[in-house]
């Protein structure tokens, strides 16, 4: 009777792991039919942070178009080539369907060092030459627009001709906002989950980029500029005890967005209808249809798997003998929770 008891207790954790999945996609928003761009500073934190929502994002059911930009190599110790091989096929791992949506910057400017602090306008300046269109370029219908360089390419990034404050002034758009090639950025939160500066240092530079395209070089903030023609959500950093809670760290963060931050709701068609037809024109189609507040995502054990797999199988050369406390009890292997950042 006593092997019964102690067996009931992983199939009701596995029950309760599935019912949180079921939750999560029948109550919280969805991103679906986005371009998405996820923005990290190393090869492996796609895999060891993100994996829950890459792999909900790259899902066929999405239709979402996600991509992947690095800004270094991770070559503190050399083996930069070897670690931007390895975040290819991790990327493929998690669902990304080519080998040109993952982008890997080269430049001095960012190196992986625990010791060295990247500059926000200098990560702005990325974004800003990676995802602004120039007024008159030539629209794609994904992240890399028909004209070259491609933008979102490491090459765009590093070594576009144009200045930021060219790249972000203001088209003929209706809205007054420059065309942007993403409608979803995603990185760490203002902690970086580890504290890693060059974790922290993504969520300045994001910042700095929304208010940038926010205000427009040479315009005042009106009620366009406050609508900012696309989301930027970060990752949630938790204590180091909840770091290593596994499933059950699911279970509670799912409790507490359910019972004291509520379900935000992408806006319905009834919705859109309602709205004056001064909001229609000063409100950007893609931010109508983004979730307005945070973000849930928690694999199933077949996802969590795969997440794994990223690590042990493409990030060989990071698995040192720590590193699997992380990928078995590490709760960003299995839940996601992002917020929404609010222009200031």
């Not at 091989?85 to 998690?94: D, F, H, T």
């Not at 090639?181 to 980029?209: K, M």
């Amino acid at each position: 009777m006593q092997w019964l008891t102690l067996l009931s207790v992983p199939v009701a954790l596995l029950a309760c792991w599935l019912y949180l999945v079921q939750i999560q996609d029948r109550v919280f928003p969805r991103l679906q039919g986005k371009r998405i761009c996820l923005l990290i500073a190393h090869p492996d934190d796609e895999a060891m942070f993100f994996a829950p929502t890459v792999l909900a994002l790259t899902h066929a059911r999405a239709g979402n178009h996600v991509q992947i930009l690095c800004l270094s190599s991770g070559d503190a110790y050399g083996i930069g080539e070897l670690r931007k091989r390895e975040l290819s096929k991790s990327g493929a791992l998690l669902g990304l369907q080519r080998d040109a949506d993952i982008s890997v910057l080269e430049d001095a400017r960012f190196p992986d060092s625990k010791a060295a602090a990247w500059d926000a306008d200098r990560i702005a300046d990325v974004l800003s030459r990676a995802f602004v269109r120039p007024q008159g370029a030539a629209a794609g219908n994904d992240l890399h627009p028909a004209s070259p360089p491609a933008p979102g390419s490491a090459a765009a990034a590093a070594g576009a001709a144009t200045t930021a404050a060219a790249a972000v002034a203001p088209s003929s758009a209706d809205d007054g906002h420059a065309p942007i090639a993403i409608d979803v950025l995603i990185t760490f939160d203002r902690h970086g989950v580890s504290e890693h500066p060059n974790h922290c240092a993504l969520y300045h530079g994001a910042r700095r980029f929304l208010e940038r395209v926010r205000r427009p070089a040479g315009r005042g903030l009106g009620p366009s500029a406050a609508r900012p023609p696309f989301a930027v959500y970060t990752l949630r950093s938790v204590s180091t005890t909840r770091k290593y809670l596994t499933v059950f760290d699911a279970i509670g963060t799912t409790l507490k967005m359910l019972l004291f931050e509520g379900r935000t709701q992408t806006p319905t068609t009834t919705t859109k209808q309602t709205q004056t037809k001064a909001t229609k024109q000063t409100q950007p189609q893609t931010q109508k249809q983004l979730p307005s507040g945070p973000l849930l995502f928690i694999s199933p054990p077949a996802d969590y798997r795969i997440a794994q797999r990223a690590m042990t199988q493409a990030h060989q050369s990071q698995m040192m003998w720590f590193r699997w406390g992380w990928i078995i009890f590490g709760r960003y292997m299995i839940v996601n929770d992002l917020d929404l950042m609010e222009p200031i």
